[in-house]
């Protein structure tokens, strides 16, 4: 398969972006969004500029949609409440991932590797997006699965994002020994053992954060949410999303930054933890920032970080299920117990608790996660079926 670089227009504004092109990409249409007021033109089209400068292939359908939750919205008294649909970004299973890849994919691609090699849990998004991004590009993907939790149920380690990442041709391996999740387990050993196989791996932290190109995706999107918000003409006073490895919010701190947009960012912990989470996003953002070569800076006062569930990683309580409940049947989405049912019952508690004030406008991040509700199936109950009896 050929790859090469070449200088492409890119839909988010009509700007020349370098991508790494293969002869069978399938670059999709993608909506331009109108210009309008309340966004700085100039500071947007600057930094798409600099982002669209670097060698990214393309994996997502960019934009994603934005669309206004009018009846999950009504439990948020007082407030507007948007969604903005990355659970849509079109890699089998969707989520935020793929716009992280898009940059880190190229790296790889331009650095020679045949391999994409990454790390999660068994239900990891990001593993099953990898697979994913690999299978696009016609790269090997070596999976080293670890035990950051336990199995949630009987079809924990045969369906959803394992199924996905199976189907799809990644070669699976497994650490059993119990880590908590800051510990990304033996992935330079697991390195040497492919290179000593003959494989060209390219090595890619658990959720893509911890890397020089992991923030960009998002700073990127943060740059399209502007446009978007600019053309509904609906300025958002908060962005609420679900964090974890820290490089969405790291990077939507940092693209709004860059073009002086207020939006405050509130991340919602996939677990109990938050103060390891605030450093993380701070240094990633501001790592970012230098990155592409503007002045801005974070300070740690722009970075907010709360609990609302605050079970381990991989495991939710009661009301995290009841919030997904929610918004399935109020909206008809789907959210999973392990990241997007958690940032739901953020929102919720945030509401609860007088975050917003009266005529705020919020958007809500959907990261994606659905295939992971399959594996937590033993937990929503087992459906009821009530038998047809003929009338009479
Ligand atoms: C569905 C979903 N939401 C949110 C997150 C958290 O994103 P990040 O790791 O960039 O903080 C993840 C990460 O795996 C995810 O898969």
């Keep these: 398969m050929r790859i090469a670089l070449e200088d492409a227009a890119d839909s988010l504004g009509g700007i ?18 109108p210009d309008r007021k309340r966004i700085d033109q100039r500071t947007v089209d600057d930094l798409l500029r600099l982002l669209l400068g670097r060698p990214r292939v393309s994996l997502a359908l960019l934009p994603t949609p934005m669309q206004k939750l009018e009846n999950f919205g009504s439990q948020l008294t007082g407030t507007e409440l948007w969604l903005k649909r990355d659970d849509l970004t079109g890699l089998a299973g969707g989520g ?9 994919v190229a790296d790889a691609i331009e650095s020679g590797a045949d391999m994409l090699v990454t790390a999660g849990a068994i239900q990891s998004n ?17 999976l080293l699965h670890l035990a950051w939790t336990k199995d949630a149920g009987p ?36 390195c040497d053992f492919l290179r000593k196989r003959g494989d060209r791996p390219y090595l890619i932290p658990a959720g893509a954060s911890e890397h020089r190109l992991g923030s960009l995706g998002y700073m990127l999107c943060a740059a399209e949410i502007a446009r978007q918000s600019a053309a509904l003409e609906v300025h958002f006073d908060y962005l609420v999303h679900c964090t974890g490895s820290g490089s969405t919010q790291a990077g939507l701190l940092a693209g709004l930054a860059a073009i002086g947009n207020t ?17 993380r996003v701070l240094q990633l953002a501001n790592a970012a920032l230098a990155e592409i070569g503007l002045p801005q800076r974070i300070s740690p006062a722009d970075v907010e970080v709360i609990a609302a569930d605050r079970s381990p990683y991989g495991s939710a309580d009661s009301e ?10 109020k909206e008809g989405l789907m959210a999973d117990p392990v990241y997007e049912g958690k940032a739901l019952r953020g929102l919720l508690k ?12 919020v958007l809500l991040m959907h990261l994606g996660g659905t295939p992971a509700v399959h594996a937590y199936a033993n937990q929503f109950g087992t459906p009821e079926f009530s038998p047809l009896r003929a009338a009479g």
Excluded: W
């Design 350 to 361: 945030l509401a609860s608790d007088g975050r917003f004030e009266s005529g705020s406008k």
């Design 126 to 142: 990001h593993t099953r997006q990898t697979a994913a991004a690999a299978a696009r590009c016609q790269l090997k993907c070596a």
């Design 320 to 329: 995290t299920f009841d919030a997904i409940r929610l918004l399935a049947q």
């Design 96 to 104: 935020n991932k793929t716009r992280k890849l898009e940059f880190l």
């Design 263 to 279: 939006t405050r960012v509130i991340g919602v912990s996939d677990d109990h933890e938050t103060r390891i989470k605030r450093e």
């Design 16 to 33: 020349r972006s370098r991508k790494v092109i293969q002869s069978d990409n399938n670059d999709r249409q993608e909506t331009p969004v």
């Design 155 to 190: 079809g924990y380690r045969q369906v959803g994002n394992i199924l996905m990442s199976h189907i799809m041709g990644a070669e699976l391996f497994v650490d059993a020994s119990a880590r908590p999740i800051e510990d990304q387990g033996p992935l330079q050993d697991f």
